[in-house]
C-alpha cells in the first residue's frame, strides 16, 4: 500500500508543478493612426492586450489573410515563349501540344516514355501560338489562353514536337521565355512553370515554389537537343546529306495544374519574447487601393493554441 502511495503522490506532484508554457491571451486589439492614408504613406498601427505573437497581413496581393491556405483559384492560364528558327526551308516542324492523359516521363526507360507518348491524347495548340519563321530575333507566341484544358483536378502536360523530313536541311529551333501563368479577376498573376530546373526555386508574391522542369526524348534518331534555363534547342540534320532519316523529338513539361496559386504569406511582427508594451509597428503602402490589414495572434503553449484576428479596413489614394 505504502508503495501505492507514494506513485500516487510523485504524479500529484508532477501535476502541481507543470505550468503553461505561455501567459499570454489570445484576445487583443488593434488601432491605426489613421485609416485614410495617402500612396506612399506609412501607417502606424498600436496595440493593446497581451498575445504571445501576431502576424501581419497588409491586404495586398501575396500578403492577404483570406488566401492564406489557398491552393487553387480559377484563372485564366496562359503560356508565353518565343521562338528563333534558322537552316532549311521545311515548314510546320515545330509544334506546340498538351494533354490530360499523359502518364509522364520514366527516367532512365525511353520506350516506356514512348509507350506513354503513343497511348495519350494529344491536342495541336499550336495555331494559338505565333511562330519564328526566318531571321535571328526571337519572336514572342502571344498570349496562349489555356481555360478550355483548366478542369479541376486535372493536371496537364505541355510538348515542343519536332518532326523533320529526310532528304532536306533540318531546321533548328530555339525556345525562350517559356512561362506558365495563371493570371486571376484581380489582376495576380502566378507562375505555374517556367525554365527553371525541377531544383532551381522561384517565388510567387515571396513564396518559393519550383518549376517542373523539362525532359527530351528522342522518338526518331538524326537529331540534336538541348535543354537548359536559358534555351531549349532541337535541330536535325544540318546538311541535306546528312538527312538520310527523319528526325521526331519530344520536350516535356509537366505535371501542371493550371489553377494552382500559392497561398498568401504575413508577415510575423511580434514573437514570444517580445512585450507588446514594446511593439510599435510601421507600414508603408505605396499603391492606391482599399486594403484589408489584417493581425492574427493569441496564445500559444505546450497544451493548446487559441488565435483571434483583427482586420482594419484602409483607403489609400
Do not use: H
Amino acid at each position: 500500500m505504502q508503495k501505492y502511495l507514494f506513485f500516487f503522490l510523485l504524479i500529484a506532484m508532477a501535476c502541481s508543478c507543470s505550468k503553461p508554457f505561455s501567459n499570454g491571451t489570445a484576445e487583443f486589439s488593434v488601432s491605426a493612426e489613421r485609416l485614410n492614408l495617402n500612396a506612399g504613406d506609412t501607417a502606424r498601427f498600436s496595440f493593446t492586450g497581451n498575445p504571445d505573437i501576431i502576424t501581419f497581413y497588409s491586404g495586398e496581393p501575396g500578403r492577404r489573410f483570406a488566401y492564406r491556405n489557398r491552393v487553387e483559384a480559377q484563372g485564366q492560364p496562359v503560356v508565353n515563349f518565343s521562338t528563333v528558327r534558322a537552316n532549311g526551308t521545311q515548314s510546320n516542324t515545330l509544334q506546340l501540344m498538351i494533354s490530360g492523359d499523359f502518364k509522364g516521363v520514366v527516367r532512365g526507360d525511353t520506350p516506356s516514355t514512348k509507350s506513354n507518348i503513343a497511348a495519350a491524347v494529344w491536342t495541336d495548340i499550336t495555331s494559338r501560338a505565333t511562330l519564328a519563321s526566318t531571321g535571328t530575333t526571337a519572336i514572342p507566341s502571344g498570349n496562349i489562353d489555356l481555360s478550355d484544358f483548366a478542369a479541376a483536378g486535372v493536371p496537364v502536360y505541355f510538348a515542343f514536337k519536332y518532326v523533320a523530313a529526310a532528304g532536306s536541311i533540318q531546321p533548328r529551333w530555339t525556345i525562350t521565355n517559356f512561362t506558365i501563368r495563371n493570371v486571376l479577376d484581380d489582376g495576380t498573376s502566378y507562375v505555374l512553370g517556367n525554365m527553371n530546373t525541377s531544383n532551381s526555386p522561384y517565388t510567387n508574391y515571396g513564396v518559393t515554389t519550383y518549376s517542373p522542369g523539362f525532359a527530351a526524348y528522342t522518338l526518331q534518331n538524326n537529331f540534336n537537343w538541348s535543354v537548359s534555363t536559358a534555351n531549349l534547342m532541337i535541330t536535325g540534320a544540318t546538311t541535306a546529306g546528312a538527312a538520310t532519316a527523319p528526325a521526331e523529338a519530344w520536350l516535356f513539361i509537366g505535371p501542371v495544374n493550371l489553377r494552382k496559386v500559392t497561398p498568401d504569406i504575413g508577415q510575423v511582427i511580434k514573437s514570444g519574447s517580445q512585450s507588446i508594451a514594446d511593439l510599435n509597428f510601421y507600414y508603408r503602402y505605396n499603391t492606391a487601393g482599399n486594403y484589408k490589414a489584417t493581425f492574427s495572434g493569441g496564445r500559444v503553449s505546450s497544451e493548446e493554441s487559441s488565435f483571434t484576428s483583427y482586420t482594419l479596413n484602409l483607403s489609400v489614394q
